[in-house]
């Protein structure tokens, strides 16, 4: 009898943590409603921004090595398809997305590549992403991200990468602090699983200034 009630109690427990369990599961799965305000507004803000050009500042910490890696460059948005990324320093590199169309460009090589996101998926999500990044669409990326506030004034928040997706695998967190505005990003830290830290500032940005058509160009320099 004593056994008996004994299997009993651990079922009831077993069934009570059960429930419980199910429960948390569940209320992780809604939405945090002050998460969902506050991306909302940011959007909305963010929404008015039909081009944008902002110089950078990359700083990338290598967990192996004592030293940062100093990148400087300028990135240029035109919405809704026009995105364009160009490294000047220490090396030139450049990348423009015009629709489904990415062209690159490399110093060492001095050549232009040419390549269709239609026929790449991977690479077409790494890019949709980067343009819901700078074009503001946070709330989409609340089936891929945990986010939490960090900060209220200025806005800082924390995206953490759910275990499912691909970026779960690589990324520890990205945190992202806004300017006082609430119409811009700041800057974006990136810590990486493999210990790897990349903190992008960007300076002297631009909303809604006119982009000179340059900016969606590559041309091979002669030597």
Partial sequence: MKTLLNTFLCLGLLCI???VKALEDEKQKQPDFEIYDLLGKLEKKISKVKSLQTNFIQEKKLAV??????IKGAIYLEKPDLLAWH???????SIVINGDIIRQWDE??????KI??????ALQAVFEQLKEWFSGGYTAMLKEYHIKIINQSPIVLQFIPHKTVVAGN?????TISFQEDERYIRQIEIKE???DNTLLKFVDTCLNCPVDSSAWEIKPRVR
Avoid: M
């Fill in 65 to 70: 090595f004592n030293d940062k890696l100093l």
């Fill in 108 to 113: 060492e090589s001095n050549r232009i590549q």
């Fill in 17 to 19: 943590f059960t429930q």
């Fill in 193 to 195: 699983k493999c210990g």
């Fill in 170 to 174: 690589l990324i520890e967190s990205i």
């Fill in 116 to 121: 269709s996101l239609a026929e790449n998926p």
């Fill in 87 to 93: 490294v000047k320093e220490p090396l030139r590199y």
